[in-house]
């Protein structure tokens, strides 16, 4: 018993839900002690909670994020107002980031070499708008003079990476949503302690939240004492706000600005299918060698002066020394929740917009929004080839009855929806037409397009594009095709309790 006892006491999760559950209880005790000895006090709340539904509709917000707010505070009036003021996207809950990440587009005017999207643009009119579109907006443009290579699992890409880092000769910067300690990672430090002894910058930023049940609370410091500059991103401290929603769920990295990696693939054994947790986990990644990469690096510098508030060193010491033979355009870019802008969803929607014969999907989340679901179903109708993969094991029980509770509706749109039997599928990306492929860290889920820090590479004419093609189509093939027959079998409770989570679906 005392054992359980201690693990429970030693577990972060257990003692930050509990200190936020009796926060909860606290606030609600007092405020009921306040209703009972002021009158007044029920009809301010009821106040509040109606100038929050009318600020709510005034709002910018996405709908579906709004109106779930909206039921909650109508179904609890006398509360609701205030839990959005605790938990909403509030400009006082933003405040405390927001005012720090004003990060500044990089300046490639002295590189010898510049980038290339408005040649690109000019030259492939089709797809200048996503080209434009991140550039203005999150100041990544278009480079071609790129070897990219494309990893269908985890453990082909951790071969590459430790390949790659042996080489290393001036720095190594990692930024991950999750580190655990076991083969993968401990190899990978393995080599970070030789590096850092070797004199060599190394760095490693890491999500708190991400890596709350894999890594000790002081893990930093053990990384520091290795001569590793560590970092956690925003730390889990306990209180009632949505400051700890936003999370850095990139994955990330880069050697002495030549190579650079990014994916679905987090440093954790199951990644790399070295530890069984749900079937075999397919993932994917990516590799970028030449001029490519310093969209990377110029990403991961601005998240290092984000969070540790240092001031960015010239680009010019972490520029691609490299110059290799054009193989299409790549376009590293990343998006966040300080903003009001969705860089993801919407670079997503461009695509599927414009897709003329197929758009095809992986994903192992699926929570969309009412602009999504439009816009994959106005495809479909049109004729365009439109596939989803979706795990056929899931990792997030409640998460996966709202992505099959969007089957019935896309597939009597004419979406094919396809579940990989095998086991967990934890890749993301989406490739259109033979010309333009996004693979990166974001999910088709609120989450990713409204709440994390994401990533990802965008690849126009490259051979990338025809490999993710073909590893879709294999993946098909070992999974499941779901049709009228299986949505005739979901029971009808189920269907029920799908839909009304899918009420609820922005805030879980």
């Known amino acids: 018993m005392r054992r359980v006892i201690g693990r429970l006491l030693g577990d972060r999760r257990v003692v930050g839900g509990f200190l936020l559950v009796l926060q909860l209880v606290v606030v609600m005790f007092c405020l009921g002690w306040m209703s009972g000895r002021w009158s007044l006090v029920p009809h301010l709340l009821t106040v509040l909670s109606v100038i929050i539904v009318i600020w709510l509709v005034r709002k910018y917000d996405n709908p579906t994020y709004k109106i779930t707010w909206i039921i909650v505070i109508l179904l609890l009036p006398l509360f609701g107002g205030l839990f959005y003021l605790l938990w909403g996207n509030t400009p006082f809950n933003r405040a405390r980031t927001q005012h720090k990440y004003e990060p500044s587009p990089p300046d490639f005017s ?37 070897e990219a290579h494309y990893f269908r699992l985890g453990e082909e890409m951790f071969a590459s990476m430790c390949e790659e880092l042996a080489r290393a000769r001036k720095f190594i910067f990692l930024e991950y949503f999750i580190i655990e300690e076991g083969v993968m990672w401990d190899t990978i430090l393995d080599i970070l302690k030789r590096k850092a002894q070797q004199g060599l910058d190394v760095r490693v930023l890491y999500d708190d939240v991400g890596s709350i049940t894999t890594l ?87 998240m290092w002066e984000y969070v540790t508030g240092e001031s960015v060193p010239p680009l010019d010491d972490y520029l691609p020394t490299t110059k290799l ?76 009855m709202i992505t099959r509770s969007y089957y019935q509706q896309l597939h009597r749109a004419g979406v094919k929806i396809y579940e990989y039997r095998p086991g967990f599928l934890h890749g993301k990306c989406i490739v259109s037409d033979d010309d333009i492929a996004v693979v990166g860290t974001i999910n088709m889920d609120f989450r990713s397009f409204f709440l994390h820090f994401e990533c990802a590479t965008c690849f126009y004419y490259s051979s990338v594009v025809a490999a993710v093609k073909q590893d879709v189509l294999e993946t098909i093939n070992v999974s499941r095709q779901i049709g009228e027959a299986w949505l005739r079998k979901v029971p009808w409770l189920q269907s029920i309790a799908a839909s009304v989570l899918r009420l609820f679906a922005p805030l879980l």
């Open 110 to 146: 002295d590189y010898m070499r510049l980038p290339v999207t408005e040649q690109f643009a000019n030259r492939y009119p089709r797809h200048a708008c996503c080209a434009r579109y991140i550039d203005a907006l999150d100041g990544m443009p278009v480079w071609t003079n790129t």
């Open 216 to 302: 000790p609370p002081s893990y930093d410091r053990y990384l520091a004492s290795l001569g590793i500059r560590a970092v956690r991103f925003n730390r889990f401290v306990p209180t009632l706000n949505t400051y700890l929603n936003y999370r850095n769920h990139r994955k990330m990295m880069i050697i002495d600005g030549n190579v650079g990696y990014m994916g679905g693939i987090n440093l954790a054994d199951e990644y790399i299918n070295e530890k069984v947790r749900f079937g075999h986990w397919k993932d994917m990644g990516i590799m970028l060698r030449g001029e490519g990469t310093v969209n990377m690096t110029s990403l991961f510098l601005q």
């Open 325 to 400: 033979p054009p193989d299409g355009f790549v376009q590293p870019f990343a998006d966040s929740p300080l903003d009001d802008l969705n860089i993801g969803e919407s670079l997503y929607l461009q695509i599927i917009h414009n897709a003329r014969r197929y758009v095809y999907i992986t994903t192992p989340y699926l929570v969309l929004d009412n602009e999504m679901i439009t816009a994959l179903t106005i495809a479909a109708q049109s004729g365009v080839d439109v596939r989803i993969l979706t795990p056929g094991i899931p990792d997030k029980k409640l998460v996966y």
